[in-house]
């Protein structure tokens, strides 16, 4: 087990779990966090012998609470020290958010609010498992901003122009039965079943083949981006 300030890294038959290890402030997102989850995903994209990974939080309170606001704040009072940690924290992430194909699976294992940046999270992720007391939510444009971190692009390509919108334009939260209803999580179970659901999740996954797995995934996303005619005749490179 790897543990830093902000998280921890367990790798076991083939799976990474990355544990966001600030419970105090809902685990939300500073620059360390930020940069430490990068160097994990970095980790599991490189290292052929992880397979996927799960993302959750610490405590049961919270997946993720988005950005730490109050650390944003004292960033107006900074030194230029501080202000050169920051940056250079910033320097060196690559943010889930910002790995449109990332090549392995990603499990979220959503343990209670995932709101703001902490949804962005998890809509960068393959599966969403949630406790059903888990909430959800882009709250930005209440404290004067915008999801900005793909959230006002991946909600409406995951639940619909229509249903997004209700929740973009207003920061309204929703429940995880809601998320389930809109299609945007696979399940949602009981806190108490939440880890051996997740788990059974992982060992389906891990019984199948894992280049094929890659192979599914990469031309499914890639697909996408095609009408379906283009997208079937097209070859991918990880079906070569």
């Known amino acids: 087990m790897i543990t830093t300030p902000t998280t921890t890294l367990v790798v076991e038959h083939h799976v990474a779990w990355i544990t966001l290890n600030r419970p105090d402030s809902l685990n939300a997102l500073n620059p360390e966090l930020r940069w430490q989850l990068s160097q994990h995903l970095d980790e599991v994209e490189t290292n052929d012998d992880i397979w996927l ?3 959750t939080g610490a405590g049961d309170k919270a997946f993720c609470a988005g950005a730490d606001l ?10 230029r020290a501080q202000l050169d940690e920051v940056k250079a924290y910033e320097d060196a992430t690559r943010h889930i958010i910002e790995r449109w194909q990332f090549p392995k699976p990603l499990i979220a294992m959503v343990n209670g609010y995932a709101l703001g940046g902490g949804l962005e999270v998890a809509m960068a992720c393959d599966l969403i498992i949630a406790a059903d007391h888990a909430t959800f939510g882009l709250p930005e444009p209440t404290r004067g901003l915008i999801a900005g971190s793909a959230g006002v692009h991946r909600l409406p390509r995951q639940i619909g122009l229509k249903p997004a ?5 207003t920061g309204r939260h929703f429940s995880a039965q809601r998320a389930y209803e809109l299609g945007l999580i696979n399940e949602v179970v009981p806190k108490a079943q939440l880890r051996a659901t997740v788990q059974g999740y992982v060992d389906d996954i891990l019984r199948c083949a894992p280049l094929a797995v890659r192979a599914t995934k990469a031309c499914a996303m890639q697909g996408l981006d095609h009408p379906l005619p283009a997208a079937f005749e097209k070859t991918y490179p990880e079906e070569l």
């Open 53 to 55: 990974a799960v993302i």
């Open 70 to 79: 109050k650390a944003r704040a004292l960033l107006k009072t900074a030194s």
């Open 165 to 169: 919108m209700g929740y973009l334009l």
